[in-house]
């Protein structure tokens, strides 16, 4: 079956930089494109990037456009989120998320369990 | 990049039935129909309920559906049963190929 696990998350202080992964499997995972969405504590989802299957093309919401970068490494079955300048608004749930669609952000259609970034010093 | 507007509470009986809203612009839920419904129960991740506006993955119950007029979306809870208690979340393709999503409707069964 469909397996997203996040990984990477943790405590990090404002002005730092941190990198998570998703590792895929159950599915061919260079066929799809990929999300990364976030949840404040008590606040709804936020979505925050895509990359499209082949790497051609990435988009980020304003939040986090110059800051995050989606990338992926189709040989390794792995999603990743480089984060820096980290602020203690970012402190969040993070999700990685599997589209429906190869080049278009259709649905979200399975979700990791999210990985957990503090933001505090 | 503005979210998509829902009620923040919509409450109802066992048996009833309810209907969420969530509106959107002509640059988003208005030109596509790639919008999304997702249910999110307490400390879990969200789970995709509709797609593609009207369309049930499998597995989920005919009780819930979806539907779009001009620049808003709609999703229906059909016999409302105390396990659809949860958060719904709307999404939505933009014309600058993102994804906006909803503020969030709590559902409450009475």
Redesign the interface.
């Known amino acids: 079956q469909v397996q997203l696990v996040e990984s990477g998350g943790g405590v990090v202080q404002p002005g730092r930089s941190l990198r998570l992964a998703c590792a895929a499997s159950g599915f061919s995972f260079s066929s799809y494109g990929m999300?990364w969405?976030r949840q404040a504590p008590g606040k709804?989802?936020?979505?925050l990037a895509?990359i499209w299957y082949d790497v051609s093309?990435k988009?980020?919401?304003?939040?986090v456009k110059g800051r995050f970068t989606i990338s992926r490494d189709n040989s390794k079955n792995t999603l990743y989120l480089q984060m820096s300048s980290l602020r203690a608004e970012d402190t969040a749930v993070y999700?990685c998320a599997r589209d429906?669609r190869r080049d278009?952000?259709?649905?979200?259609?399975?979700?990791?369990?999210?990985t957990l970034v503090t933001v505090s010093s | 990049q503005s979210a998509l507007t829902q009620p923040a509470s919509v409450s109802g009986s066992p048996g009833q039935s309810i209907t969420i809203s969530c509106t959107g612009t002509s640059s988003d839920v208005g030109v596509y129909n790639f919008v999304s419904w997702y249910q999110q129960h307490p400390g879990k991740a969200p789970k995709l309920m509709i797609f593609d506006v009207s369309n049930r993955p499998s597995g989920v119950s005919d009780r819930f559906s979806g539907s779009k007029s001009a620049n808003t979306a709609s999703l229906t809870i059909s016999g409302l049963q105390a396990e659809d208690e949860a958060d719904y979340y709307c999404s939505s393709y933009t014309t600058s190929s993102t994804v906006v999503f909803g503020g969030g409707t709590k559902v409450t069964v009475l």
Do not use: M
Not at chain 1, 44 to 47: A, T
Not at chain 1, 59 to 63: Q, R, T
Not at chain 1, 104 to 111: D, G, N, R, V
């Open positions: 999300h969405v709804g989802l936020e979505w895509v093309s988009y980020y919401a304003d939040s999700y429906r278009q952000a259709s649905a979200l259609w399975h979700w990791g369990q999210g």
